[in-house]
Structures are given as C-alpha cells and as structure tokens.
C-alpha cells in the first residue's frame, strides 16, 4: 500500500486513510481533549505520513510505524505548545451513558466520567498517552510497547502510575466511589 | 506499612501479583485507614470509567481534507531517486561559498562597465610578460656561443693570477 502511495496512487491513499484517520483522530483527541484541536493535529499527522512514506521500512509492522509518528507529533506539539494547561471545555456531557440507567446514575456517570476525562489532561503526556492506549483504546502491552518505543514493563508502570493519579483526583473531588 | 507505600502497590494487589506477605500487609493497612480504602474503590471504578469513553467518528470535511493531502503536499520522492538535497549538506557549503566568490569576481569582467578596461589591462600585461619571457628564452638561447670566449678569458684570468702569485698558483 506504501509503495502504492509512493507511485501516486490515490486509492492507495484513501485506504490508508480509511485505515488510520479514525485511529488517529481518537488518539489526538483524548489525548488534547479538543474536537476541533484534534482535527487540526490529525491532519498534521497525515501531512507527517505522506511526506514520510519513504522512510518506510516494509520490514517492520504499518500500523506502529504510523501509530509512532502520530504519537511523536502529539508529544512535539505538546511540548511546543503546552496545552495542558488550558481547560478541555467540550467535554459532552451525555458521553457514552447508558439511556436505560435513571437520572440520578446518570448524573453521577457523567460527572466521574467528566472527571477520569479532565483527569487525563494533567498526567504528563508519557503517562497520558499508555493509558489512552491501554485503558481507553484497549492495545495490547505489547502493541502499546511497540507504539511508545519503550519495554512492556514500562509501559505498565506508566499505566499503573497514571491510574493512581487519577484516583487522587478522583478522591480529592470526594465523588462516590 | 505507610499510605505512600500502599498507594504504589494497590495496581499490584488489583492484579493480584502481590506476594502472600505484601498482601497480608497491604489488607491489614486497608483495615484501618478509610483513605486508602476510597483510593482502592476509585482504582476499580477507573478502567471502567476509561473503557466507557466512546470513539468519536470523523467528519466527512476532516475526511475530504485528508483525501486532498497529495494534491496540495509536494510528493515524496522515492528511495533512490533524484534528488538535489546533496545541494544544501553542510559538507558542500565551502564549494558554494567558492563559487559564489568566484561569480561575484567574474561579474565585475562581464557587467561592470569598466570591465573593458580591466580586461584591456590584463590584456597588456599578459603581453609585457609574454615579451619578458621571450628575451630571457632569447638570452638563454645565445648564451652557448659566448661559453668560448668566457672560458678563454678566465684562463686567461688564472694565467695572469699565477705569474703574479706563483707560490699560490702551484697550490691550485
């Protein structure tokens, strides 16, 4: 398919965007918070990948190489930019609650969930990104390790560090367990 | 066993990797300090709280956009390929420097409007040596015909030398 790209196909293109852009466009997105931020970092990272598919290595696995650029874009423009500092302010509400439980269970679903979310912005971008792939996007150890760059044990400490973090945070809010 | 130490082996004892004696530790500690109880019921309530954040689909303008992108990106040239980013390696920037140089003097002979005159000059002087080394060639040329004379008159030097000084001429 690379190599496709690289003669100029254009429906090779589009299926490597079919493949990717959903895949990337979440991973920017929880991991700036933004939709519309997370559009713009999308399309950076496609411009990234075009420019950079002739450094493709056909030996190893496309979806980490692609995953990789995508996360070393994210962390760039973090450091660039410092964005976790600002407030993720379109967080919605009604995310991914179930409409049969009743009001009350939804109130409190939404508001540590709104939390565990806002949560996520102020664990270090390292730490941010194995739990986005872990606990969020439900990767393998073993295919986080290939996408972060770092052994399978780290990637589980950073897991498990940033679960902590976000407990306090949790327990700080003193919501219901 | 402190609230510190706990808070870094609740993940641990969730996936039930801890060791009897941890374990046994960790419990008696969690008997007695509510904290680290509330810490341990947020710890199980967050993976579902993370798994339940739901992928967002992509808008069709994002869509088209990334369609779009090797229409508006230069192409990226394949391995192998030309290329001119040997052009601008550190490596051959003292070429370029000497060419820049080298054209910044020759546009002084080709579009200064005194380049004539200069080119005149040069001219001349190219000739003046030219002539100068002509008449050395010349001299050096003749010089075999007065080889003859010059030895005759050195020997005729010594011979006069010798008669003056005839105790130093049988030394020589």
């Not at chain 1, 973090?78 to 009001?103: A, C, M």
């Not at chain 2, 992108?69 to 490596?91: E, M, N, Y």
């Not at chain 2, 002539?131 to 050096?140: D, P, Y």
Request: proline content about 6%; glycine content about 4%.
């Amino acid at each position: 398919m690379v190599q496709e790209c690289l003669d100029g196909s254009e429906g090779a293109w589009r299926t490597l965007v079919d493949t990717f852009s959903k895949r990337i466009f979440n991973l920017a997105y929880q991991f700036c918070g933004r939709y519309e931020e997370a559009e713009d970092l999308t399309q950076e990272i496609f411009m990234k990948l075009y420019t950079s598919l002739q450094k493709y290595d056909p030996k190893k696995n496309l979806t980490a190489w692609v995953l990789t650029l995508a996360k070393n874009h994210l962390i760039d423009t973090y450091r660039r930019t410092k964005r976790e500092k600002t407030q993720r302010d379109d967080f919605d509400e009604n995310l991914g609650v179930e409409i049969e439980s009743g009001p009350e269970e939804i109130m409190v679903a939404t508001e540590q969930k709104k939390l565990v979310w806002q949560g996520l912005e102020k664990l270090s971008p390292e730490i941010r990104l194995a739990v986005i792939l872990i606990e969020i996007q439900g990767r393998s150890y073993e295919e986080a390790a290939a996408i972060l760059g770092v052994p399978q044990g780290t990637v589980k400490s950073r897991v498990n560090r940033g679960k902590i973090q976000l407990a306090r945070i949790l327990s700080q809010a003193g919501g219901q367990p | 066993m402190k609230c510190s130490r706990v808070e870094k082996l609740l993940p641990i004892y969730l996936e039930d990797e801890l060791s009897p004696q941890e374990k046994r530790l960790l419990e008696a500690h969690l008997r007695q300090c509510p904290d680290c109880q509330a810490t341990l019921a947020y710890l199980r309530a967050i993976p579902s709280l993370l798994a339940s954040i739901p992928e967002r689909e992509i808008s069709p303008s994002l869509q088209a956009k990334l369609y779009a992108i090797p229409a508006l990106t230069p192409a990226p040239t394949k391995k192998g390929g030309f290329s001119l980013d040997w052009l601008l390696r550190p490596s051959f920037q003292p070429v370029l420097a000497a060419a820049s140089v080298f054209l910044f003097v020759l546009s002084f002979f080709l579009f200064h409007p005194d380049g004539r005159f200069l080119s005149r000059s040069i001219n001349e002087q190219l000739h003046l040596g030219y002539s100068r080394l002509e008449k050395i060639v010349a001299k050096a040329e003749s010089l075999p015909g007065y080889l003859p004379a010059l030895q005759e008159s050195l020997q005729n030097s010594l011979k006069s030398l010798s008669q003056s000084r005839p105790h130093e001429s049988d030394k020589i």
